[in-house]
């Protein structure tokens, strides 16, 4: 592909009359752009006029409203589309614990070694006024047994207390000596209940990992997350996205505390893409917000976007808290164990139930659509979906439609049987494409929990979309990589493209790469209540536009995920500049 010329040129006029034609602000000409646009798929070059799109076509029609002042890019051939969104990221929910430190997580594969030297190289630049070191994003079923320990982190971290976090977002956490002391814990702990409890050494003394309620000691005694600690951290995930082409986002799970935040970053322009928030509607319980107090978070602030909430229906299938039409596979539990995340209290055969009971959940969607709040539900297994649609369906066929887009986000197994209620309902499926691919997370975890013919339903992406199932896209950052190519290669080819020795998983779910993008823009887009203003490159659209170093439909597959922007434009604004690149 060749170079991004940037210049400003003076184009010759076309018939245009400078007191009653507008005149673009910026053009980009002589480039290969795909609209997303169905009456109009490719065109030459676009003029922006207030960050919007006055004119999308040829050379020549656009250089008709070009003027002297007119700022023209010259794209030499390369390759640009409609920004592309995620619809389900998580900037404050799991971002503050690592606004100064992000560890590689299980999708990178990374090693011990990779670990420790991604926290060797944040220490380096840590600040020093922080009581603690606290980081983020650890993949602990890739470190050894004698680098999880108190004694090796007390090296690296001497002087002060440290809290490491694994990649689920606080399962786990890896502390040191200081830690320990200032959240009280001692050898005497008693694990009890079961779910609380410490990884231990021979003679019974806390050996430097806390297990799922042995973490609340020290979440207690953590520093206080400011304002200015959760702006960096949400800004941070955002800037990323600029990066990675992303030009719209949800954040799905908003909490009270993030409100100010959000609210100055918007007024303060700190954020470039649209947002849309989903305030915390439960979390791991069937504990749910009061509506009007939600109402209340949402009328006090200025936050950007459409009312949303984020309510949670079940939890994971490698933990078992997933409900599955056909059940779990028998002894899933003790397979488990042999895998990189492992489940104890092995059991014959078992299920889960969704995390909110039926009745309760019909209605607090009920009350919430009656608001005007958008609902999404993270359902990942077929059974928690299938309960999701249950407690759609009421208040949808009661409306006669649904205006407010309620969405199941996951949806990683869906049952045949209820795609047509997906299309009845018009509820859209937020797929996850980085999960598409073989992986150690799928191979080793949700693998060998689940009966053969149920892994054999999973990400059935071409049979929901064959059927008329409207399919949205997330990455679910940073719990997995905000890296978009990287799923859009697995959806495409279902192998893993940086693991090309495993086997592809189940081929015959594969989609184009036309219908990927329409999956990351226009669609993603209507998810996000954003359609008519971005989502595709239109005539009095928003001028969201991503130039890529290489075309998608013409570069082989395998090359999708090393896909780089060289330049992210949002509103007409320049939000990102890449390297150049020539291929």
């Keep these: 592909m060749k170079n991004l010329l940037i210049g400003v040129f003076v184009l010759t006029a076309v018939s245009i009359n400078p007191v009653s034609a507008q005149i673009a602000d910026t053009v980009y000409t002589n480039g290969k752009i795909y609209t997303v646009n169905p009456t109009q798929p490719w065109v030459e070059a676009v003029a922006i006029k207030d960050g919007k799109f006055l004119a999308v076509g040829s050379a020549e029609q656009i250089a008709a409203v070009s003027g002297n002042e007119t700022e023209v890019i010259d794209l030499n051939g390369n390759f640009a589309m409609p920004g592309i969104g995620d619809a389900h990221l998580h900037p404050a929910m799991t971002m503050p614990r690592r606004a100064f430190c992000a560890l590689p997580g299980s999708f990178f594969e990374p090693s011990n070694d990779d670990i420790v030297d991604a926290l060797k190289a944040c220490l380096k630049t840590y600040p020093a006024d922080r009581d603690w070191v606290i980081a983020g994003g650890a993949t602990f079923a890739a470190m050894n047994s004698e680098t999880l320990t108190r004694e090796f982190l007390d090296k690296l971290v001497p002087d002060r207390p440290a809290f490491i976090e694994d990649e689920t977002g606080g399962h786990q956490m890896w502390f040191n000596t200081l830690a320990m002391k200032a959240a009280g814990i001692d050898k005497s702990f008693v694990d009890n209940p079961p779910e609380a409890f410490f990884d231990r050494t021979e003679d019974g003394d806390i050996k430097g990992v806390a297990n799922e309620g042995a973490v609340n000691p020290f979440i207690d005694v953590l520093p206080p997350i400011d304002t200015e600690i959760r702006k960096i951290a949400i800004k941070k995930l955002a800037d990323e996205a600029l990066e990675k082409g992303i030009t719209m986002y949800g954040d799905a799970y908003v909490f009270e505390s993030d409100l100010v935040p959000y609210e100055q970053l918007h007024g303060e322009g700190d ?154 309902l018009d509820v859209t499926c937020t797929i996850w494409p980085p999960l598409n691919a073989p992986g150690n997370y799928n191979l080793g975890a949700i693998r060998p929990v689940l009966k053969d013919e149920t892994w054999a339903r999973m990400y059935p992406n071409r049979s929901m979309l064959d059927a008329g199932v409207k399919l949205v896209t997330h990455t679910d950052g940073p719990a997995a990589p905000v890296w978009p190519w990287w799923g859009m290669e697995a959806s495409l080819t279902r192998k893993n493209p940086t693991r090309p020795d495993l086997e592809p998983m189940g081929v015959d ?71 150049l690149i020539a291929e």
């Design 271 to 424: 954020i470039k893409q649209h947002v849309v928030l989903y305030l915390k509607g439960n979390l791991g319980t069937a504990e749910l917000t009061p509506v009007d107090q939600i109402q209340r978070w949402w009328d006090d602030h200025d936050l950007p976007g459409t009312r949303g909430v984020k309510l949670g229906m079940g939890g994971s299938i490698e933990s078992i808290s997933e409900a599955l039409v056909d059940g779990y596979a028998p002894d899933s539990a003790a397979k488990a164990k042999d895998g990189p995340f492992p489940v104890d209290d092995a059991v014959p055969e078992r299920n889960s139930e969704p995390v909110i009971p039926a009745k309760k959940f019909a209605q607090y969607v009920a009350d919430l659509d009656a608001a005007g709040f958008q609902v999404i539900v993270h359902a990942i297994g077929d059974g928690t979906v299938r309960a999701t649609l249950d407690g759609y369906e009421k208040v949808i066929r009661t409306n006669g439609g649904n205006p407010l887009r309620h969405r199941i986000d996951h949806c990683s197994l869906v049952h045949s049987d209820d795609f047509q209620r997906f299309i009845d």
């Design 509 to 579: 779910q594969a989609l184009t790469v036309a219908e990927l993008i329409e999956i990351y823009t226009i669609n993603t887009a209507y998810s996000l209540h954003l359609d008519e203003v971005t989502g595709s490159i239109e005539k009095g659209k928003f001028a969201d536009m991503i130039v890529l170093n290489h075309n998608l439909f013409e570069v082989s597959p395998t090359k999708i995920h090393k896909t780089e922007i060289q330049r992210t434009v949002i509103k007409g604004e320049v939000v990102y500049q890449g390297r």
